[in-house]
């Protein structure tokens, strides 16, 4: 090991090794999961990262691409040990406006990126609600998605190329900075979502669009989540595509109460957040009024200035700095169902919290049938949590949906994996798994399912405390 560690420091300069000891930052990410790395290294490109990956590969250590740390699904948390690759150093940045193209180190922070954008009237549009901490990299592992993904499309439908350090430490460079290509088989897409198991990206190529030059947005309010849920399938299905339209229920609304627009009732059961955008102001706003009134909730406010507008979008992402505050009481949920079942989906999850005592925040991208359920619990409330989200990923594969729509599977929902894709498919993604990774020296214990989930899955929730270790198991059913 003293040998790899030495090795490790002569590529990326003694200052930035971290011995383990002292890596309690890289330890964890934004959920419970804590396991120490070997050691971090923070190269400074992509040369760096590669004799990295070639240094551990030869010495059989696993490597842990991280980002900014912020995944909900354990994803960079370095549960086989090993070393954690920082790609933080890598924040270089070229916006090339004639090919409205943004070329970025993996490390770039996405906001940083869309903002620089937007000083040349473009825009990044895939825009996570931890947008101004999360890096462009982690994006790319994740697939993620955001507040505009409804109208935009996810961090998938913008990567055009990407540079890649194989798992022996070779470098793949595809795609460039053209918008079509149709020579052969879309290796890029094979790397987006793979949560650092199948490469280390080093830099990222993404499609800019238009910065849109007005935005309109709206609050309605509604009796029940179900009539919240019903009006978003009734709006996306009259020819209407907005820019944003974000679900939150009562529970979310009392979280959020302090950053809710002055007089606003947070009492009320559900509230849409609606936004169109555009280039014609009067068409943007005659768009908006439109879909407020098909909506047709018990009240709404449209904001009537760009300021009151940020404080409408405001309380939507003070959500997770609220949950940032209560750690270890929370658990979110990322299912996505078709878009004509979100109402059986809400409806399936109130039937739980009734069943269960338990609170659980609706909250969500509700225009890509995207919600995430977080079930908030007290201390003797914690065994319930295991069970009462795998009625939730039950309930999401029951109506054709996802177990993870942006969040990624990490450690967290790895071994769900295959009730949701069958094992024909999830064969296939251990062949390829071994084909770009014989070792299986790349982020072990992610994505892929090691345990049948009724088995092992429960003790990865809140309840798992390291005692005879494997970890004890939850006791409590349903
Ligand atoms: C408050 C809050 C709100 C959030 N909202 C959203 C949301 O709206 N939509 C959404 O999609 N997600 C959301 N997330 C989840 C999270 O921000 C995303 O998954 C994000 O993409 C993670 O980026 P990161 O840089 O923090 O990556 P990390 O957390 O460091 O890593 C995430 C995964 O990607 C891998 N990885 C990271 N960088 C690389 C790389 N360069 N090469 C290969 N693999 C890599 C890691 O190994 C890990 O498996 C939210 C998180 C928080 C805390």
Redesign the pocket.
Same mark, same amino acid.
């Given at each position: 090991m003293t040998a790899l560690l030495h090795r490790l420091a002569a590529i990326v300069g003694d200052v930035h090794l971290l011995p383990g000891e002292e890596a309690e930052d890289f330890a964890h990410?934004?959920t419970f999961m804590e396991h120490r790395p070997l050691a971090v290294v923070r190269p400074a490109d992509t040369d760096q990262v590669a004799a990295v990956v070639k240094a551990c590969a030869e010495a059989a250590i696993p490597v $842990? &691409?991280?980002?900014? %740390?912020?995944?909900?699904v354990g994803?960079?948390v370095p549960l086989g040990g090993g070393v954690v690759v920082s790609?933080d150093r890598l924040d270089h940045l070229e916006i090339d406006v004639s090919n409205t193209v943004a070329v970025a180190g993996?490390g770039v922070v996405t906001g940083q990126l869309d903002q620089a954008a937007n000083r040349h009237g473009l825009m990044y549009p895939p825009d996570?609600?931890?947008v101004e901490?999360?890096?462009i990299?982690?994006? $790319? &592992?994740?697939n993620? %998605?955001?507040?505009r993904c409804v109208k935009y499309g996810v961090t998938a439908d913008y990567v055009m190329g990407l540079t890649v350090v194989l798992a022996d430490g070779r470098v793949l460079r595809l795609g460039g900075r053209l918008r079509k290509r149709s020579s052969g088989y879309r290796l890029i897409q094979l790397f987006v979502g793979s949560?650092?198991t199948l490469?280390?990206?080093?830099e990222v190529i993404v499609k800019l669009v238009p910065l849109p030059r007005h935005r309109a947005a709206a609050m309605v309010t509604f009796a029940s989540v179900e009539d919240a849920a019903q009006a978003v399938s009734r709006v996306l299905a009259s020819g209407h595509l907005p820019a944003a339209i974000e679900l939150m229920d009562r529970v979310t609304l009392r979280l959020v109460r302090a950053k809710l627009p002055e007089g606003f009732d947070p009492e009320v059961e559900a509230v849409l957040l609606v936004e169109q955008d555009g280039n014609d102001e009067e068409f943007v706003q005659a768009e908006l009024l439109r879909m407020v009134e098909l909506l047709g909730g018990v009240e709404d406010r449209v904001a009537q200035s760009s300021l009151e507008r940020e404080r409408l979008w405001e309380a939507r992402r003070e959500f997770?700095?609220v949950?940032?505050a209560i750690p270890h009481r929370f658990f979110p949920e990322d299912v996505a169902v078709p878009i004509g079942s979100i109402p059986e989906m809400v409806r399936r999850v109130r039937r739980l919290e009734r069943d269960t005592g338990l609170e659980i925040c609706i909250v969500g991208h509700a225009g890509d049938g995207n919600l995430h359920p977080t079930i908030l619990f007290r201390e003797e409330q914690r065994h319930l949590v295991g069970p009462t989200a795998a009625r939730i990923f039950q309930d999401a594969i029951e109506l054709g949906g996802t177990i993870s729509a942006?969040?990624?599977l990490?450690a967290l929902k790895r071994d769900y994996a295959e009730a949701e894709h069958g094992p024909l498919a999830l064969g296939l993604m251990r062949d390829l798994k071994r084909l770009l990774d014989p070792q299986g020296i790349l982020?072990p214990h992610?994505v892929l399912p090691e345990q049948p989930a009724d088995e092992t899955f429960l003790e990865r929730l809140p309840g798992w405390v390291p005692a005879d270790g494997r970890g004890r198991r939850m006791e409590a059913g349903l």
């Open positions: 990410d934004a $842990v &691409a991280r980002g900014q %740390g912020t995944s909900l994803g960079p790609l993996a996570p609600a931890s901490m999360c890096s990299g982690g994006n $790319v &592992a994740c993620s %998605g955001g507040l949560e650092g490469g280390v990206v080093t997770g700095k949950l940032m942006e969040h990624g990490g982020n992610k």
